[in-house]
Nanobody
Framework: QVQLQESGPGLVKPSQTLSLTCTVS??????????WGWIRQPPGKGLEWMGV???????YYSPSLKSRTSISRDTSKNQFFLQLSSVTPEDTAVYYC??????????WGQGTQVTVSS
């Protein structure tokens, strides 16, 4: 069973960079056809897909967030990472890491609350 666990600061100041780590167990992030990504849910709003890093290292981003988002990975540690730059209070959300295959989200992390505030 694949398990994902998010980690990172719960509070980030405006204009800074939000950095999160997703640690994967029970499966490899290089497994063919899987994509490993980030999804967020602001308070009172729906889920927002942010982007993924595929099993072969290619990355895909939401057009609305592309200029501020970077997703990378460390295959030796079976981890992948999110960096979101120039954050504002509107980036306050629960951030989830997830595993997708053929467009379907198969596995989710439990989510981590990130608040952007001075």
């Amino acid at each position: 069973q694949v398990q994902l666990q998010e980690s990172g600061p719960g509070l980030v100041k405006p204009s800074q960079t939000l950095s999160l780590t997703c640690t994967v167990s029970g499966g490899s992030i290089t497994t063919s056809y899987y994509a490993w990504g980030w999804i967020r849910q602001p308070p009172g709003k729906g889920l927002e897909w942010m982007g993924v890093i595929a099993y072969d290292g290619r990355t895909y981003y939401s057009p609305s967030l592309k200029s501020r988002t970077s997703i990378s990975r460390d295959t030796s540690k079976n981890q992948f990472f999110l960096q979101l730059s120039s954050v504002t209070p509107e980036d306050t959300a629960v951030y989830y890491c997830a595993a997708q295959k053929y467009g379907t989200t198969n596995y989710w992390g439990q989510g981590t609350q990130v608040t952007v505030s001075s």
